[in-house]
């Protein structure tokens, strides 16, 4: 889940790497998982489909025991808002999910009321204000 990614965990990423257009989504799904590279398109093993994932700098050390090396990968499920408007996470988000805006290398990224599902306040509509939740 996003709020267990530490900022150590990330704290060698170089560069997040998308795969789609992330401006159209409200949110994304992120999570930790072991690869055996720094850099390079993961294998994906999950429902649904894979839209980004981290690249790590070279000072990037590999876990001692498995080899593997900690790596955010973004992601979405078949029954998420992208795919259902309407559907389970019409007015929320899962857990894991952040607002795929607020996201850059070594930055765990947050909810906003777009990633909640929530339209803001006319003022806030009016003015152009974007507040984290």
């Given at each position: 889940m996003s709020s267990l990614i530490s900022a150590d965990e990330i704290s060698h990423e170089a560069e997040l790497v998308w795969l789609e257009d992330v401006d159209q989504l409200d949110y994304v799904r992120q999570s930790l998982d072991r690869l055996p590279t720094r850099k390079g398109k993961p294998a994906y093993h999950r429902d649904g489909r894979m839209v980004g994932?981290?690249?790590?700098?070279?000072?990037?050390?590999a876990s001692r025991a498995s080899g593997t090396f900690r790596r955010r990968v973004f992601w979405l499920l078949p029954h998420d808002r992208d795919s259902?408007?309407?559907?389970?996470y019409?007015?929320?988000a899962p857990?894991?999910?952040?607002?795929?805006?607020?996201?850059?290398?070594?930055?765990?990224?947050?909810?906003?009321?777009r990633s909640?599902?929530?339209?803001?306040?006319?003022?806030?509509?009016?003015?152009g204000i974007?507040?984290?939740l």
């Open positions: 994932y981290a690249i790590l700098g070279p000072d990037a050390k259902e408007p309407d559907g389970l019409a007015k929320s857990a894991e999910a952040v607002d795929p805006r607020t996201l850059e290398p070594r930055v765990k990224g947050y909810k906003t009321e909640e599902g929530g339209p803001p306040s006319r003022a806030m509509q009016e003015l974007q507040l984290p």
